[in-house]
């Protein structure tokens, strides 16, 4: 079954660490560029961080930039997401999804993505 399956959420004190991972299964990974997205209670989801295929490109929204860093490991067919020095404004439902675009420009574009996972809840709260 091709799919994406998020994991690592849960709640977290302000100013604390989680590590999300986005596993992908029945595709091979390599093949495509992939990106987190979240979704706060009553607002839209966006786009919050990009990695190329490779990996050798990322990239930031201006909310995250600093503080969450993608990375991935195409082995093991799974990209992370770190997160630090959290707020509680980071609370929401965290989403990947794979794309074939390239320059990761306009990456926050939902209709890039082709495939989504079913997210991950993470709460930051003390």
């Known amino acids: 079954q091709v799919q994406l399956v998020e994991s690592g959420g849960g709640l977290v004190q302000p100013g604390g660490s989680l590590r999300l991972s986005c596993a992908a299964s029945g595709f091979t990974l390599d093949y495509y560029a992939i990106a987190w997205f979240r979704q706060a209670p009553g607002k839209e989801r966006e786009g919050i961080t990009y990695i190329s295929k490779s990996g050798d490109n990322t990239v930031y929204s201006d909310s995250v930039k600093g503080r969450f860093t993608i990375s991935r490991d195409n082995a093991k067919n799974t990209v992370y997401l770190q997160m630090s020095s959290l707020k509680p404004e980071a609370t929401a439902v965290y989403y990947c999804?794979?794309?074939?675009?390239?320059?990761?420009?306009?990456?926050?574009?939902?209709?890039?993505?082709?495939?989504w996972g079913q997210g991950t809840q993470v709460t930051v709260s003390s």
């Open positions: 999804a794979r794309t074939t675009y390239t320059t990761g420009r306009y990456f926050y574009s939902e209709n890039l993505y082709n495939l």
